[in-house]
Nanobody, 122 residues
Framework: QLQASGGGLVQAGGSVSLSCAAS????????MGWFRQAPGNVREFVAA????????DYADSVKGRFTISRDNAKNTVYLQMNSLKPEDTAVYYC?????????????????WGQGTLVTVSS
C-alpha cells in the first residue's frame, strides 16, 4: 500500500514537499513515479525515479521546479515542489512500477497511492 501525504494550500511561488510511504512493500524493488490529476483533466505524468535513484525523468512543465528523490532506507519517495503555479493545482499520486526504470506512461505502473491534494492560489 502506498500512502501519499504533504499536500495542502500554498500561494503561487511557494513550495510544498510531498512524501510517499509504503507499507507491506519494499520500495527499493520498484521504480517510482508521481502523477497528477486536475479537475476535468486526465492523469498526467510529473516525475519518475529509478530503483537506485540514479536516474530521474520529469515532465517539461515541471522541469527545474520539481525534484523527485527517494530514501530506500526509509521506504519513502519524495517530490519537492518549488516555484508553484496555479496550474500545478491537482491531486498528486505516487505509483510503483515493477521495473528498473519506469517512464511517463500510466500502464508502466503496477500500484497506486490514494492521492494528496495540492492547491496553489494566485
Amino acid at each position: 500500500q502506498l500512502q501519499a501525504s504533504g499536500g495542502g494550500l500554498v500561494q503561487a511561488g511557494g513550495s510544498v514537499s510531498l512524501s510517499c510511504a509504503a507499507s507491506g512493500r519494499t520500495l527499493s524493488s520498484y521504480s517510482m513515479g508521481w502523477f497528477r490529476q486536475a479537475p476535468g483533466n486526465v492523469r498526467e505524468f510529473v516525475a519518475a525515479i529509478s530503483r537506485s535513484g540514479r536516474s530521474t525523468d520529469y515532465a517539461d512543465s515541471v522541469k527545474g521546479r520539481f525534484t523527485i528523490s527517494r530514501d530506500n532506507a526509509k521506504n519513502t519517495v519524495y517530490l519537492q515542489m518549488n516555484s508553484l503555479k496555479p496550474e500545478d493545482t491537482a491531486v498528486y499520486y505516487c505509483a510503483a512500477a515493477s521495473r528498473v526504470v519506469a517512464g511517463p506512461e500510466l500502464y508502466e505502473y503496477d500500484y497506486w497511492g490514494q492521492g494528496t491534494l495540492v492547491t496553489v492560489s494566485s
